[in-house]
């Protein structure tokens, strides 16, 4: 259980950066090179899954450690850097979303719809590891806005659910309803790609 998941910033050898911190703060160049070389790939990989293509990607990554300088300042270092600094990724991210109104669904819409099966997320898990990383992003493609951050800051940032509900700007209450909707319309994608491939490979 304690494996970490693709993407995360919690690989073995990579320390709480306390020490450059401190030096950036001060105005090192140095301390935020050495921020960026070590953050900014997991960070890229964050936003990949986030944003619709490559390019938004690496523009987010490139303004969210431009941000970062502005508020390195308010960094607890009580807390994890890279849970902060996902929580600082996954709110501009949602931000840019929200800006270009790509697919955004409405709070209340189709809660109806919701499947009474409860999808585990252990077996979406196990399904995303069988898949290629273009077929995850293909099959995230597929979410609206809010369900398909809800899921990266979940899955791929260990975001709490009232830091979910900050970031999206719903009640806490409603975050467990987005998660089990895109959980199911995640691996509806998913198998649905699978059953193309294999028809096309017939």
């Not at 259980?1 to 950036?24: F, L, Q, S």
């Amino acid at each position: 259980m304690g494996t970490p998941r693709p993407g995360r910033m919690n690989a073995p050898g990579i320390r709480e950066p306390t020490e450059a911190i401190a030096r950036a703060r001060a105005g090192d160049a140095e301390a935020w090179g050495e921020l960026y070389r070590d953050y900014a790939p997991a960070i890229f990989r964050f936003c990949r899954r986030a944003l619709p293509t490559r390019e938004d990607a690496e523009d987010a990554t490139m303004e969210i450690f431009m941000k970062l300088k502005v508020k390195l300042v308010q960094y607890d270092a009580a807390r994890s850097f890279s849970a902060w600094l996902y929580k600082v990724a996954a709110n501009h991210c949602w931000d840019m979303l929200r800006r270009r109104r790509i697919r955004q669904d409405k709070e209340t819409d189709d809660l109806e719809n919701v499947p009474l099966e409860h999808p585990d997320p252990s077996q979406l898990e196990l399904l995303i590891e069988q898949r290629t990383s273009a077929e995850v992003r293909k099959a995230l493609d597929k979410l609206g806005g809010r369900a398909r951050m809800a899921l990266v800051m979940r899955y791929y940032s260990d975001m709490s659910y009232d830091e979910i509900a900050d970031a999206l700007g719903v009640r806490r209450a409603f975050v467990g309803v987005v998660l089990l909707r895109a959980r199911h319309e995640l691996r509806q994608a998913l198998e649905g790609n699978t059953a193309l491939a294999a028809g096309g490979a017939s």
